[in-house]
């Protein structure tokens, strides 16, 4: 029954491979629900239609992989960011470079443009916040304050706002007219992955690594409610047009949230995997997510969604008309007041405190410019999706009807037959397109091979064991007619392997178990040195795990034990082993480096103490074994994706060791 009510809300739209190497961002256009850009390690962003199998556009310029695409309200720009830290924006009406902007000195991790002009913003793991004007190609203002990575920037409906979320854990507002910081909020335990603001209201929702979505009042400046019920972090957020509900995509579903009192009014069962944006149009949610080189788009028909209750509390009812901006929630808080006119007076308001951050343009920003490209690769996408340039007030691409749902009563054979057809096409186009000039292919011609390498780091997050297949477990089949399987023996294949299993799972019990009672009887220190002890690097991972969870419990001699195996654990094939190293190396960076660099610099003590010597000699162990790690991380910085910032921060933070 559940899968039928979510083949029926949900389905799969398209699957396309977007790019020759992984893909590393991609956003949807907001106002048509149809543009798609994507962005990769090969240095290009794709622009595409949802709905369709064909690149539109490609943009080059970047010599380094893009980390973050923004396109703006009436999607006629687009912006990228790229790991060297410089900035792009493109006019996808004319199929040119704008502007190039230089400034920031590490990855750009978020940018967002203005709502009623010409100013993007954007975050780094600089740890800096930046506005430019795209008109004058300078910076504008720099905001300082945050002290890890700007992981998303949020302007206010009414443009006098713009939120930053961090790594650092906190969720700051800033005042773009006094050019200030307004409030922190600092109630989140993990990484802030993202902040929306809602489309009437005063009111702000966070989602975090942490594994919760936070509301903020904006005029109180506290916490209207908090929901704590998640899985797996908060990544991607979207209010309804509306104001009704909250919308947040999880590996394997869609939720439904209202905050005042916090509840869950839906969930909605999607298998889009790492879902990286959302948008709502025609009634239906779309979603995009990304694997390696490929690009998932799905649809939610959100006339099948709850969005509120039955007895609502003062929200917006589904069978009411929608009237221009007004209060949704339970308590009347005060409304966006957006301007009537562009954007000339939240700009002058900018440029006011920013004469100090102005750039002028140089020659090799010049030089950048002419060396970007905007190659259209289909035309008549290109046509029907950008209007002309003398249309007074550009509209969304015609084709804005709804998409069409599948069949109720065969959606998986709807859902399978679009795949065997769509690689045909693709590679009887391949020899009269493609082949004369290989280098400049567009990037769908990449989505015809259908054999994919092993990766080298297991993911944390898949939907099916690595190297294993469920036909490697059935006998093989000799011919179309000998297909069906007895009971006894499906079943005696399928168990090959379970004792096995059992044994290994049974041991790392006994295992967990001895350290658990070495902690009780002891301390952590202890239990450390026995997880060690048993040589197995899977105990090592989960006492970690909760290690991490608690900072207090770190001392000097934890490190000294500690950071061998962090050593082990960054050189895992596991991203979840990878990802554990990652979070103690750098909590051992953040709270124990200045202490170890201050002994070993100085100078010696007169006469004996025992006590000083044994530190000094702590010091000196996790010394050389952040020495030995630090090559590892030097190495691992030019990853791309989530991993390689992880690894470029690491690198920063251990920049004293060089």
Known sequence: MAEAVATKTAWKLHEITAHSSNVSSLVLGKTSGRLLATGGDDCRVNIWSVNKPNCIMSLTGHTSPIESLQVNTN???????????????????????????????????????????????????????????????????????????????????DGKWLASAADDHTVKLWDLVAGKLVFEFTEHTGPV???????????????????????WD????????????????????????????????????????????????DVVLVNWGKVADLSVRNNQLIGVSF??????????????????????????????PLVPPTPTGSSLRRIYDRPSTSCSKP???????????????????????KESKAEIQNPEDYNEIFQPKNAICRTPPRNSEPFPAPPEDEPIAAKEAVKPTRAPDVQMLLPKQELPNPVQRPPIASSAPLTRAEPLVIPAARNEPIGLKASDFLPAVKS???????????????????????????????????????WSSSDVKNSVDSAVAINDLSVVVDLLNIVNQKPSLWKLDLCAIVLPQVEKLLQSKYESYVQTGC????????????????????????????????????????????????????????????????????????????
């Open 193 to 215: 992955n993202v902040v929306e603001f809602h489309p009437n209201e005063y009111l702000l929702a966070s989602g975090s690594s942490d594994r919760t979505v936070r509301f």
């Open 75 to 157: 999607e006629k720009l687009i912006v990228a960011g790229s790991q060297s830290g410089s900035i792009r924006v493109w006019d996808l009406e004319a199929a040119k470079i704008l502007r190039s902007l230089l400034g920031h000195k590490a990855n750009i991790c978020s940018l967002d443009f203005h709502p009623y002009g010409s100013i993007v913003a954007s975050g780094s793991l600089d740890t800096n916040i930046k506005l430019w004007d795209v008109r004058k190609k300078s910076c504008v203002f720099r905001y300082k304050g945050h002290t890890e990575a700007v992981r998303c920037l949020r302007f206010s409906p």
């Open 347 to 369: 700009q002058s308001r900018v440029k006011h405190n920013s004469e100090s951050e102005r750039r002028s343009p140089s020659s090799e920003d010049d030089r950048d410019e």
């Open 480 to 518: 179309q007619s000998q297909t069906e399987l007895v009971d006894e023996e499906a079943i005696s294949q399928i168990r090959k392997g379970h004792e096995t299993m059992c044994v290994v799972l049974t041991s790392r019990r006994k295992n967990l178990d001895t350290v658990q009672a070495v």
């Open 583 to 658: 979070t103690s190396l750098k909590l051992i960076l953040q709270r124990f480096l200045p202490l170890i660099t201050d002994i070993l610099a100085a100078p010696p003590s007169v006469g004996v103490d025992i006590t000083r010597e044994e530190r000094l000699h702590k010091c000196k162990l996790c010394y050389k074994q952040l020495k030995n790690i630090n090559s590892i991380i030097k190495n691992k910085s030019g990853l791309s994706g989530r991993h390689g910032s992880t690894f470029r921060e690491l690198h920063l933070l251990m920049a004293v060791l060089e």
């Open 291 to 320: 694997a390696q080189s490929t690009v998932s788009s799905f649809v939610v028909d959100l006339s099948r969604v709850t969005k509120s209750d039955s007895i609502p509390h003062g929200l917006i009812r589904d069978d009411e």
């Open 218 to 265: 904006l005029e109180k400046f506290q916490v209207v409610s908090c929901i704590e019920e998640e899985a797996t972090p908060v990544r991607c957020v979207l209010f309804n047009p509306d104001g009704c509900c909250l919308y947040s995509g999880f590996q394997d579903s869609l939720r439904v949230y209202g905050w005042e009192p916090e509840r869950c009014f």
